[in-house]
């Protein structure tokens, strides 16, 4: 169970899966999602046969960068104990053999959940832009994926979607751009959106990131958290991070202690990458979306 030739860990890769749901903070009601668009489909197809249940062919995971989106894929392989098959979509824009090699690994190390990442930028719809409300490109790809590429993911998903041992989820992160016919039920016919972790979500990834430094009494998660409105799971890491390198740099002694004081600092460098607007523009389009998609 191992990609072989030039494109291993570059452009493709066939692996166990090394996240669980218990490592990942917050989200509980998206990781619920996981486990019934995903999980019980690979680990319960007679029960969901004499049930009547149709599982999806395959699911669109969207939403935010940094919000642990692949993460959240990986754990549900781990948790359904299949191989876990990543494909890196900004790296194979112009690359439509590494598609197909992807998916003949597939087929080959099944069962299995493949994570065919970027595909709104793989498989963009006609005169897709970037663009946010606020007139601003932040995310844009410096291209999309060419025809040819396009073509590929087309086929390739459309070859495995009768397949009930792969499961493809395919991330992105404007589901407004990507290419329509991919939402079909024969194509990728269920959606997850993974939105900006709100407040108790923020406060639960906070103290998982602290977890292995001492926090000083006058620091307040909630409180904390309260002031990280626009910030996802990559920058609260980044804060945390920060925060304990400003502790060390603190503290004469081996053993840190991180206070708010450190915090405070932090948050003078540390900007989250959401800005308001992005935000109201992602909750527009999950409003404006089909809402029968996202229910299993």
Known sequence: MKATGLYHHTYLDVRKPRFSFDEIAGYDAVKERFHDMVVVPLTHQKGLKKAGITPPTGVIVWGPLGTGKGH???????????????????????????????????????????????????????????????????????????????????????????????????????IDVLDQAFTRTSMLGRKIYVPRPDLNDRAAILKYYLKEIAVSGDVDLKRLAGRTDYFVGWDLEALCRKAKLVAVGRNSKDSPIAAMADFEDALKTVRPWLSQGMTSDYDRIFGEDCIHKYNF
Do not use: Q
């Open 72 to 174: 959240m894929i990986e754990a549900s392989a781990g948790a359904a104990g299949v191989n876990y098959i990543i494909l890196r979509g900004r790296e194979c824009t112009d690359h439509p053999d590494v598609i197909r090699d992807g998916f003949r690994f597939a087929v080959e190390n099944r069962p299995c959940v493949v994570h065919l990442m970027d595909i709104d930028w793989l498989a963009p719809r006609k005169d897709a832009d970037y663009r946010w409300s606020d007139g601003s490109t932040v995310g844009r790809p410096d291209k999309f994926g060419s025809e040819e590429v396009h073509k590929a993911v087309h086929e390739e998903v459309a070859k495995v979607a009768p397949l009930p041992d792969v499961v493809v989820m395919a991330s992105c992160y404007r």
